[in-house]
């Protein structure tokens, strides 16, 4: 397991390193001149000439790169906002604020709103999806497959839209969606993000009960299920002990992935209710043009992604002792 988990934890170094690299070169290099975009629309040579000197853009491309990349262990000094200690990830063209303190202020937010809704997909999704397999072509399985493919077809922006409408401002059941740290108050944190957690989870529950379907339907006929039929054991041990389990596979691999990119910013969700995470952040950034936080945003979404895949591989020995990690 040790050995395993080395070798995923150097590859998942080398292939953030390529996508910093590859998304730098994406900001930085095929723009025509990030400083011009940073200079606003009155913009005067010398205004340009003290951007690029105060930014470090007046260097080379694979340059630029190389200081970005060794102020993230380093740190590193900027002409024009002074010392940035390690990790640093730059600073922002529009608020002349560090972006790993940017983005750090944002992240409790979007990780509160993934938080909450994988909990309500993964619960509700995986639930349904155990009935309909359980009730294989009886009404219940029907309903549940109907349902879920009219809830994977619909948008976030237009139910978010709808929920708010009736919910918040025609019926007055809910609370405005917001954000409130649970710290400091954990009903106002439920009851501001309750919303929000509804609709983000929508699509995916539709997603999670179709594939726990599937998955348990096809693991159900496996000979090894029959065998544990076969041997007398109860119909509730066979399913949770051996079917079950051996249809998680998938359902662990997906859901890593989903948590990956939720942790990175549910931008449709947080730009319908106006909820100031990572998401809006990227949003933001791109309408301003501001390279380094977006570039710190996206870094950041890929590295959630490459430590939920490092976890959902340890994890297949938990899961399926047929699976060995050397």
């Known amino acids: 397991m040790l050995r395993f988990l080395v070798r995923r934890f150097l590859g998942a170094v080398i292939t953030l390193l390529i996508i910093s690299a590859i998304t730098f070169m994406l900001f930085y290099a095929v723009p025509r001149d990030p400083a011009r975009m940073a200079c606003g629309k009155i913009c005067t040579p010398e205004t340009l000439a003290l951007i690029k000197h105060n930014t ?172 544990a039929r076969a041997k007398g054991l109860s119909r509730r041990t066979v399913f949770f002990r051996f079917a079950w389990r051996g249809a998680m596979g998938p359902i662990v691999t997906i859901f890593g992935i989903d948590l990956g990119v939720l942790l990175g910013g549910a931008m449709i969700t947080e730009k319908t209710f106006s909820i100031q995470g990572l998401g809006m952040l990227a949003v933001k950034s791109v309408t301003t043009n501001d390279l380094p936080m977006l570039l710190g945003v996206m870094v950041l979404t890929a590295s959630f992604v490459v430590v939920a895949n490092i976890v959902v591989d340890a994890c297949y020995a938990l899961i399926d002792p047929r699976i060995r990690l050397a």
């Open 56 to 227: 470090g853009m007046d260097e080379s491309v694979p340059l630029q790169y190389w200081h970005w990349l060794t102020g993230i262990f380093l740190g590193r000094d900027y002409p024009g906002f002074g010392n940035c200690d390690a990790p640093c990830l730059g600073y922002s063209f529009i608020n002349r604020e560090p972006v790993l303190s940017t983005v750090l202020d944002r992240f409790p937010t979007t990780f509160s709103l993934a938080l909450g809704a994988a909990v309500v997909f993964l619960v509700f999704g995986i639930g349904a999806g155990m009935l309909a397999a359980v009730k294989q072509g009886k009404p219940l399985d029907k309903i549940a497959s109907g349902a879920s493919l009219v809830a994977s077809s619909m948008q976030i922006y237009f139910v978010g839209t709808l929920a708010m409408f009736l919910f918040v401002y025609q019926w007055h059941i809910m609370s405005q969606p917001s954000y409130t740290p649970f710290s400091e108050n954990p009903g106002a944190w439920f009851g501001g993000l309750l919303l929000p957690w509804l609709v983000l989870a929508l699509i995916f529950t539709a997603n999670y009960t179709r594939m726990t379907r599937s998955q348990l339907v096809e693991t159900l006929n496996e000979d090894f299920v029959r065998t």
